[in-house]
């Protein structure tokens, strides 16, 4: 149960419930936000309760999220009981996990082309795209990813003149991962089920084309793609490892030769 009283912990007996404002630079941003805290009228030490912190939380990244033109988890509670939306139906327009909407509503802050969805969603229409998980294409970003994973593993997988036989599987887990968390790849690729597996549609024509882009001309890996990636690798830190697991999923084994395999199924993956 949430305490309702705190006494300071210099023995000058009970605290005072206060609310006030701070100022901070978060993410880069300046914001002002509002605190309930416990203060001790004696020494000044301020405290607070789980609750509280969990309150602060929110009021920070939508303190953030107001400030760059976001939608607040307010807004988003709210603009889905207008449609009149569960948040499992809501997750089914947007084609993303109920997961994800549990994230944003609660005050986890999201990326602005989620934002623009987010919006088109809440207006009564369609969206996402269920074969690039709800980004472009970006072919930079798949030689990042890449080249992120081979530093965390320390094992070269982008090789000239390759099949990508085990890059497009760790890219495939990643991109998957990274939808089922996040409700958007990390690339934008689209994969097909070919017999060797899970692997990159018209990779033939991609090979070189992944392993001559210019990474610095595209958007950086977030601080949570990036930890996508090392739980990617840690789970296979091997490349038999990928392999193998990428041969047990079902939602490989179901389909048919040259099958693309849709981004819904990231919620049906069983090795990771």
């Not at 992120?148 to 890219?171: H, N, P, Q, T, W």
């Amino acid at each position: 149960m949430e305490k309702k009283k705190l006494r300071c912990p210099a023995g000058h007996g009970e605290m005072k419930l206060t609310n006030k404002q701070k100022h901070m630079n978060f993410k880069g941003v300046d914001i002002d936000y509002p605190v309930g805290c416990f203060i001790c009228p004696t020494c000044g030490l301020e405290a607070g309760t789980l609750a509280q912190g969990a309150d602060i939380q929110k009021t920070m990244a939508d303190a953030y999220r107001k400030k760059v033109g976001l939608m607040s988890g307010k807004e988003i509670i709210e603009g889905r009981k207008k449609q009149h939306l569960t948040q499992d139906a809501f997750a089914s327009r947007m084609k993303i996990g109920i997961a994800s909407i549990k994230r944003w509503e609660g005050g986890i802050i999201q990326s602005k082309s989620m934002d623009k969805m987010l919006r088109q969603a809440l207006s009564g229409h369609l969206c996402g795209d269920l074969l690039t998980g709800n980004r472009p294409f970006v072919i930079p970003r798949v030689k990042m990813a890449l080249l992120y994973l081979e530093k965390v593993i320390g094992v070269k997988v982008l090789k000239e003149r390759d099949k990508m036989l085990f890059a497009s599987k760790y890219m495939w887990y990643i991109d998957m991962q990274a939808y089922r968390e996040t409700g958007q790849s990390i690339t934008g690729a689209t994969y097909a089920a070919l017999p060797m597996g899970p692997q990159l549609n018209n990779y033939k024509d991609l090979v070189e084309e992944i392993i001559s882009a210019t990474v610095q001309q595209t958007e950086p890996l977030t601080e949570e793609e990036k930890w996508i990636i090392e739980k990617v690798a840690f789970a296979f830190p091997r490349t038999r490892d990928v392999y193998n697991a990428s041969h047990r999923e079902t939602v490989w084994k179901e389909k048919s030769t040259g099958n693309t395999i849709p981004y819904s199924d990231a919620y049906r993956l069983t090795e990771l």
